[in-house]
């Protein structure tokens, strides 16, 4: 974006405007003992909008290695996801957690 400016002398001086990308979020889901894994292929299908290929593939990195990344998003669409995971998980009776980190 460009936007123009007069100096003292009279001066047309052109400046440019930065945009800056936002800063994202991984979204981690961690593992327990006891969210079936039916239900977070659910929770990544519904939550974070994955293929149900790669729903299974996450869920599985969850299970074997203790916790597995659904995304990057802006830290309010990462906080809305993780609230919407562990609302869902509560309801259903699951203490499914998820958790964000700077990417």
């Not at 003292?8 to 889901?29: I, M």
């Not at 929770?43 to 299970?63: C, D, G, T, W, Y």
């Amino acid at each position: 974006m460009t936007s123009k400016s007069h100096t003292d002398h009279g001066v047309l001086e052109a400046t440019r405007t930065k945009t800056r990308k936002p800063q994202l979020y991984k979204v981690w889901l961690l593992n327990d003992d006891y969210t079936t894994m039916e239900f977070v292929v659910q929770i990544l299908e519904s939550v974070f909008n994955k293929a149900p290929a790669e729903a299974h593939r996450i869920m599985m990195q969850v299970h074997t290695q203790g916790r597995g990344v659904c995304g990057g998003y802006t830290y309010e669409v990462a906080e809305t996801k993780i609230a919407k995971t562990q609302e869902l998980a509560r309801r259903e009776g699951f203490p499914l957690q998820a958790a964000l980190e700077e990417e």
